[in-house]
């Protein structure tokens, strides 16, 4: 079993920068692809980035260069570092925790930027 537990949303103005955070509990946190998703009201969950195990990672056509996922193995916890931050990245954030037949979610935290 894993838990996961975001942090790091809020309010910020367009242009601006925002850091989330993703602590898993549980073993074998390398093992697993970490992702982060965003929805949207009306929307579908949506793939923002993700890290595997090894390192590579794989992000979204809309935020790729102004966002970067990363990993930390001995902290047990998943970052994403948003630049350029523009309004429609509004949303809830959700961590995501995946191995094999092993799937998690964490909480959401919710990540509003101002126009």
């Known amino acids: 079993q894993v838990q996961l537990v975001e942090s790091g949303g809020g309010l910020v103005q367009t242009g601006g920068s925002l850091r989330l955070s993703c602590a898993a509990s549980?073993?074998?946190?390398?093992?697993?692809?970490m992702s982060w998703y965003r929805q949207t009201p009306g929307k579908q969950r949506e793939l923002v980035a993700a890290?595997?195990?090894?390192?590579?990672?794989n992000y979204a056509d809309s935020v790729k260069s102004r966002f970067s996922i990363s990993r930390d193995n001995v902290k047990n916890t998943v970052y994403l570092q948003m630049n350029s931050l523009k309004p429609e990245d509004t949303g809830v954030y959700f961590c995501?925790?995946?191995?094999?037949?092993?799937?998690?979610w964490g909480q959401g935290t919710q990540v509003t930027v101002s126009s």
């Open positions: 549980g073993s074998s946190f390398a093992t697993y692809t």
């Open positions: 995501h925790a995946k191995w094999l037949f092993y799937t998690y």
């Open positions: 890290v595997t195990g090894g390192g590579s990672t």
